[in-house]
């Protein structure tokens, strides 16, 4: 495996600017995620690593050499498209063992069989490896893309939402089982999504992407406490945060600040509120409820764990965790 960095990367199709000033680097076993809305520039980022793209400018480092002029076969990645992009005709076997074959690699057929075998019961799919493609389930196919990937040892693994043709309940186990497979192999993986739970639950660090512009990296947790920006903090929790206006809420103002965001975790129902608001709408989430409330001043959601049968158009009365509160300003910046 191999730590990657892109160093003053601009790339234009035309006239959109699909990045601009890209810094970033990613660690050797590290599982980066790049988060961001489609047209962010994340798919553009994972192709100009691989080579199918070259930056307009900027440089491209595996383990510090730039690797501007090397090309796509010698870069040794290995992409995961959204899609599954397997052979219909092929067998799991021959599917899993295809880029083991090329003339480039020199594999035996032992070595080749014995990668197959590893990589298929470590997808749990090694009762299909004599079936072809078209006799797979969706979940079943998406593993085999996986695992072609996987069965190599490239510098970097490069994943294009892959889970994101699935089915909830597929996704949530793909997730947990990719993130196994990586600490497993000390893989090197960036992994591209629009998802933030595929971000919070897999990631070591996440990147934001906004226009082509990196907003913001952290770990998980840095993101989500101490977003630096109303559009990152956008980015992640569900229910989304909530952005109130300054003017409209009874906390100490901080100089600059025009917005207070609170996580809807941070709202509480009780008797001795500050605010009075009805209740517009209740969704159950098992342990937990979603609200959305309103009033003249406040529009938000909030989470609680109270067993109460919660009605819509009921009043109550609520507070906001000062302490949780996040200012910012004007454009929308962290102050």
Do not use: W
């Not at 594999?107 to 298929?120: G, H, M, R, Y």
């Not at 082509?212 to 947790?221: A, D, F, I, K």
């Not at 959305?292 to 938000?300: A, E, P, Y």
């Amino acid at each position: 495996m191999a730590s990657i960095k892109l160093e003053n990367v601009y790339k234009n199709f035309g006239k959109t600017c699909a990045l601009e000033n890209l810094n970033l680097e990613i660690f050797d076993g590290e599982f980066f995620v790049l988060l961001g809305p489609t047209g962010a520039g994340k798919t553009t980022t994972l192709r100009i690593i691989s080579g199918l793209e070259q930056p307009d400018k900027g440089n491209i480092f595996f383990d510090e050499e730039i690797i501007n002029d090397v090309q796509p076969a010698f870069r040794d990645t290995s992409y995961v498209f959204q899609q599954f992009s397997l052979y219909p005709h092929y067998s799991v076997y021959d599917n899993l063992a295809f880029p083991l074959r090329s003339p480039l690699r020199k594999e035996t057929k032992l070595e080749i069989d014995k990668k197959v075998t590893e990589i298929a019961k470590l997808l749990k799919i090694e009762n299909k490896l004599k079936n072809k493609a078209t006799q797979l389930s969706g979940g079943e196919m998406q593993r085999v893309s996986l695992g072609r990937a996987l069965v190599r040892n490239p510098n970097i693994y490069l994943m294009d939402e892959p889970l994101s043709s699935l089915d909830a309940k597929l996704r949530e186990e793909l997730r947990i089982e990719l993130k196994k497979i990586q600490k497993d192999l000390n893989a090197t993986i960036l992994y591209v999504t629009h998802d933030h739970v595929e971000a919070t639950t897999m990631a070591d660090r996440i990147g934001v992407l906004k226009d082509g512009v990196l907003s913001q990296v952290g770990t998980p947790e840095e993101i989500y406490d101490n977003p630096n920006s109303i559009y990152v903090a956008n980015r992640l929790g569900s229910p989304k945060i909530n952005i109130f206006d300054l003017n409209k809420i009874k906390i100490s103002k901080k100089n600059m600040a025009s917005f207070a965001g609170i996580r809807p975790e941070d709202i509480s129902i009780t008797a001795k509120g500050n605010y009075d608001v009805y209740i517009e709408t209740v969704e159950l989430l098992g342990a937990e409820t979603v609200i959305s409330f309103k009033s003249d001043d406040l529009n938000g959601m909030l989470l609680t764990q109270s067993s109460e049968n919660f009605e819509e158009g009921k009043k109550i009365k609520i507070n906001l965790n000062d302490n949780k509160i996040l200012y910012f300003d004007n454009n929308g910046m962290r102050i």
